[in-house]
């Protein structure tokens, strides 16, 4: 019988008893990864205590919000309940505010990505004196504030009557300086080369942005319609400046309201915060791979 060589004895032992061993060269990079996920594991466990501080004292009694609201058992369920939900739904006729936040939001959002997004593109490829000028007219706009015109914006709609009104609290955020930069910058990065071809084959300006360019930048819409919905669900400042009666005020307003009244239940004001926060997560997780790729794409272009 002839003896089994070295080498082939070297070869025949089991894969599983070698060690990977990480080489030098590589380490920086497996260091620098291992920090992004901690990193961002950090940044998820603190935007998310919150949320779930909310959630656990709506489905709880109203006396244990507050006394457990100081350890560890505000994070953990001990009494579940969902009366708090239907008190916030009768104390604060919950349904009527939704539905108003519903209509302004839905309307600023559909009709400011059309008009955001056709001034937009006329910026990215029409020709005209001035466009320079108007651009940077736009940029200027950015870095002025809201509250920086609140006042005369007030005292204009006062003018024409128009307080008070579904139409005060949707008109003035339509057009958007910020949007439409965002629109700007996103057009100017497709190839000119495809509307060139829809223009060969006879289609007008109109049928070459809804049937060429807008299929193209999906990602950027769904970047405004994020961005656009998470500004006017949560806007304050405008209504409590334009809203008198209930008829028409929106959710935050209306839970600043509900938690004066008296007497204070937290659970309730729990349960109000959660269900005006469940559509921004809805929304967020409808568009998100879409806005990633707008995010991703814009970086990589600027």
């Known amino acids: 019988m002839r003896p089994m060589s070295v080498g082939r004895l070297a070869r025949s032992e089991p894969r599983s008893s070698q060690i990977t061993i990480i080489q030098p060269r590589r380490l920086p990079r497996v ?3 291992l920090a992004t996920y901690v990193g961002m594991t950090l940044l998820a466990v603190i935007f998310l205590v919150p949320l779930l501080f909310e959630f656990v004292g709506s489905i709880k009694p109203n006396d244990r919000v507050l006394s457990e609201g100081s350890s560890w058992r505000a994070f953990v369920p001990t009494a579940i309940t969902f009366e708090n939900y239907g008190d916030a739904l009768a104390r604060a006729d919950l349904a009527r505010l939704f539905i108003n936040s519903l209509i302004i939001t839905s309307s600023i959002v559909v009709a400011g990505i059309v ?3 056709l001034f937009g593109y006329a910026l990215a490829r029409m020709t005209f004196r001035g466009r320079g000028l108007v651009v940077g007219i736009v940029i200027a706009l950015i870095i002025i504030p809201f509250q920086a015109i609140a006042i005369p914006l007030f005292f204009m709609m006062a003018k024409i009557q128009l307080l ?3 139409l005060v609290q949707i008109v003035p955020f339509i057009a958007s300086p910020f949007f439409t930069f965002l629109f700007y910058t996103f057009f100017l990065s497709i190839p000119k080369e495809l509307e060139e071809a829809a223009r060969v084959d ?3 300006p109109l049928t070459i942005f809804w049937r ?3 299929p193209l930048a999906r990602p950027v819409y769904a970047t405004v319609a994020i961005l656009s919905f998470l500004f006017a669900w949560g806007e304050l400042l405008w209504p409590v400046l334009v809203t008198r009666g209930p008829e028409v005020r929106p959710l935050p307003l209306g839970i600043a309201v509900f938690q004066t009244l008296p007497p204070v239940q937290w659970g309730d004001i729990m349960a109000f915060a959660t269900v005006m926060t469940l559509p921004l997560l809805v929304v967020f997780l409808a568009f998100q791979d879409a806005f990633v ?3 991703a794409r814009t970086g ?3």
């Open 202 to 204: 006879g289609a007008g």
């Open 212 to 214: 060429v360019v807008v």
């Open 164 to 166: 008070d009104t579904y």
């Open 293 to 295: 790729r707008s995010v």
């Open 31 to 33: 260091l620098g990864a």
């Open 300 to 302: 990589i272009k600027g």
């Open 115 to 117: 008009v955001n997004s």
